[in-house]
Each structure stands twice: as C-alpha cells, then as structure tokens.
C-alpha cells in the first residue's frame, strides 16, 4: 500500500495538483469580482491571493468573505428595523419641527441631522445633557456611582472588557445588582474580550444575562472580520455612557500600564437615550440574545425652543444600507465654514473623505488632524502616514501626538457640532466594524473639545509637508508597501 502510494498517487499529485488549486484561485477570484466591492479592495484581494500562494486563501478565508455574511446582515437588519417602523411613522412630525429648531441653532451644518432623520439612522434627539470625559480617570468613577445607584436596569455593551483591576470590580457591581433583581444584561465581543467571553458562568448564575457577539472558535474564524467595536451602556434608562474607552486599566494609566493611552468618551442624559436602548435592543437580538421589555423605557421627550442640547445617535454595520458613520462626517465638512478638528489613533481614510478635506482646506477651511505618532500597530501607522502627503499639500494640519498612544475618536465641526463616539477614520469602521457616535450640539460640551484638543497640540508636533519627505527614503517605502493592505486593515 505504501509502495502503491509513494510511486503511483504522490508523482500524480506531483503533476496535476495545479488543476484542482487553478480551480480553487479561480473560483475565489470570480467570488471576490461578483461581490462588487470597491476596486481598490477587490484588486488588493487578488494580489494577496496570487502573491501568496496557499496562505492567500486561507487569509481570504478568515478576513475576506463578504457576500454571505453582508448578506445575512442585511436581512437581519431588515427584520428588526420593520419592528421599529411605526416608531417613525407616528413621530414624523414631531421630528421636522425638531429639525427647524436645530437649523435655526446651527445653520447649515444642521443637514447632517436632516440626512439622518430622512435616512432612519436617528431622530433629532432633545432635551438631553451631556458631559465629556477623558480617559478612564473621568469615566470610571461615574460610570461605578451610577451602577451602584442602578435601581432597574443595567445595560453593558464593550468590544474589549478585561478581567483586571476595574473590570473586576464592574464585573462583581453587576452580580450585586443582577441579585438584588435588577434586569442586568452584558454584550461583549468575541474577539475583543475573549478572556470574559470564555468566562461568563459565573456572571450567568448570578443571574447576569449574557451574550458573545460572534463568538469566535476554530470553525467560526471568519467571524473574526466583523467586530462590534461599541462602547456602550444604558442604566435605569436615566444615564448613558458612550465612546472610545473600553472596560480595561489601561486607560487610568496606571503604572503597569506605561504606555499613556488618551480616550474620550460623553456621558449623557435625556431623550437620546432611548436611541440608545434601541441601540442595545438590536444587538443584544442580532446576537442571540432572547427579546424582551426593558423593566424601565425613557420616553422620547420634545422641546419648544432651541436652547436644546440636541443629540442624535449613528449607528453603522457591514449590512447598513450605507455607511452612515462616514456619510455623516461627510455631510458635516461639506458645510464647514470656518474649522475642522480630527482625532483619531488610525487613519486609513476612503477616497470620498480624503477629497473632502482636500476640497474644505482648498476653501479656506482650516483642517487640523491628529494622530498618534506611534500607533499599536506598525502596519497601520505606516499606512497612516501614507495618506498624508495629499493632504499636507493641500495645507490641512496635521499633529502628532507624542505623550502616548492617542485613541479618541472625536470631531469639532466650526466649533458647533460635534461627533464622538467609537469610530476610527478607516476603512474598517466605516464598512466593516459595528459602531457608535453620537452628534452632538451643545456649546459647552463643544467648547470643552475645542480646549482639549489645544492641549494635545501642546503634547504634539506639526508635521508639514517637509517632515514628511524629509524622512527616510526606507520609512517612505515602508509607507507605500503598507498602504497596499489599506483596503484590507
């Protein structure tokens, strides 16, 4: 048998195998075609395929199917949008009126809650009240008073939630409360918080209700491409918390952290959070999770005047009709008028915002952007600092944070609006990512953006368009080789 197979099977496998495999290539080539992706990604996909044989598709495999899983997205994105439906015909009304009192505060940067109230991502929200908090030193004390004050119901949603110091100590508040009888519900990601995830009888028999949003195992690997990236939790429908900063030490900076981590995240109150609990509703569904009736709603709430704080809630994923998270930004820098402020720890931006920018600096806008001068990621950070150039020519600012690692995700548009929230300016949180902002029109809150990101530029230098070329001719490369997989990070 032996013999059989080393002198007859092995030379026919020696001398035909390319068939079978040309097969295979070809077969995933025309899948990759017929998905209609963006040209850049779908000719990044097959170089990848080709340039790596074998490895290739496997990395296809894990990273890159689309068709089906956007698919079934979509359908059920579909399915629990109709539940919602009446929610809008009844309130229809309600809601332009809100919007003339938001044009009346903003001007025309109001059309970027116009094109969400008419696209059915979110109402214009009012009556509500925010407060900006930066980094966990600022988060997590109010984020713990208020669960230890939670009489009803604690909803928890976090893409990384560690089992360290204050993730312990958030995991034992929800046991307290889930036995005290409280309605206590905890979504966390597979793949951001495997450790938790892999975790959660404890928490279960406590009587936390929990869910794995695409759990990920050795026959769910591909799962692994499509992340909730949200950061986002609702207590007695009363107080919310949403934005950059996970369940995790590193962001108090803590001395077994090193590494500075500078987040921002809001907390808020008010009519907006029914948004948000309709929010949590969803995924909490989209993961398994059984439907129920919160033990407490907060009722959408109307003002009559345009001293408001209004709010309105984005929410984007791979099977939304579009990418309401980039479409929004989009809206806002076309109507800016005087400056545009930018934070964000990864910037692989699509070809519609890099012109954006371009087009509002060749206006006279003033564009200021800024990024950490080291990232988590040295793919990443040199793909970042591929798409600088044009924009550097163009006379857009960029700084470089240098205290640490800069991770919010934050934009002050003319010092009126602003957006925070959990989403990066890449391909991956505009197309591939579940994620979170919040659009934001208060004074004080925007006022407070403005002075923070003024002390980061104390903490960063400017890089102009001599930097950029005056670095090495090998760093320049490395750019351009990363920038190669932007399509795919």
Request: glycine share 6%; hydrophobic share 40%.
């Amino acid at each position: 048998m032996a013999d059989f197979f080393y002198f007859e099977i092995l030379p026919f496998i020696r001398t035909w195998f390319w068939i079978p495999l040309s097969i295979i290539y070809i077969g995933i080539i025309v899948t990759i075609l017929i998905e209609n992706r963006h040209p850049n990604k779908t000719i990044s996909w097959i170089l990848v395929i080709l340039a790596l044989p074998i490895v290739g598709i496997a990395l296809y495999y894990l990273f890159g199917q689309k068709f089906l899983k956007v698919k079934s997205f979509r359908e059920k994105n579909t399915d629990l949008f109709k539940i919602f439906s009446s929610y809008w015909e009844e309130n229809s009304e309600q809601f332009r009126k809100n919007l003339t009192l938001v044009e009346e505060k903003i001007g025309p940067l109001h059309k970027v809650f116009k094109y969400l109230m008419l696209q059915k991502v979110s109402p214009p929200c009012l009556n509500n009240e925010v407060e900006l908090l930066i980094n966990g030193n600022e988060k997590f004390p109010k984020l713990i008073e208020h669960l230890k004050k939670a009489k009803y119901s604690i909803l928890m949603e976090y893409y990384i939630f560690e089992l360290d110091h204050i993730g312990k100590e958030i995991i034992e508040l929800l046991i307290s409360k889930a036995r005290e009888g409280l309605e206590v519900k905890l979504l966390v990601d597979g793949f951001g918080s495997p450790q938790l995830s892999r975790k959660l009888s404890k928490l279960e028999k406590a009587g936390v209700e929990c869910e794995v949003f695409l759990p990920v195992s050795i026959t769910s690997l591909a799962n692994s491409n499509y992340r909730n990236h949200r950061k986002l939790c609702v207590i007695d429908g009363e107080v919310g918390f949403l934005g950059g900063i996970n369940i995790s030490d590193r962001y108090i900076n803590k001395d077994n952290h090193p590494f500075i981590w500078r987040d921002t995240s809001v907390m808020v109150r008010g009519s907006v959070l029914d948004r948000m609990q309709k929010s949590f509703w969803h995924d909490w569904i989209f993961s398994g999770g059984k439907p129920y009736t919160p033990k407490k709603y907060i009722p959408q709430e109307f003002a009559s005047d345009s001293d408001s704080t209004f709010v309105a809630m984005v929410n984007s994923d791979p099977g939304s009709p579009s990418p309401y998270n980039l479409e929004a930004l989009l809206v806002a820098i076309s109507e800016a008028r005087e400056e545009i402020q930018l934070c964000t720890p990864y910037f692989i931006p699509s070809d519609e915002l890099t012109s954006a920018l371009q087009i509002a600096a060749g206006l006279g806008v003033k564009v200021r952007l800024m990024l950490p001068e080291k990232g988590d990621s040295y793919i990443v950070q040199h793909a970042s600092m591929s798409f600088l150039k044009p924009l550097l020519i163009k006379g857009v600012e960029v700084y470089l944070y240098k205290e640490g690692f800069l991770h919010a995700k934050t934009a002050l548009i003319d010092g009126k609006l602003a957006f925070v929230g959990t989403v990066n300016l890449d391909t991956r949180s505009f197309f591939i990512n579940f994620e979170s902002s919040l659009v934001i029109v208060d004074e004080k809150l925007c006022a407070e953006l403005q002075e923070q990101f003024e002390k980061d530029m104390l903490k960063s230098y400017k890089l102009d368009i001599d930097g950029w070329m005056g670095r090495s001719k090998w760093n320049r490369g490395l750019d351009s080789v990363c920038r190669l997989f932007a399509p795919l990070l």
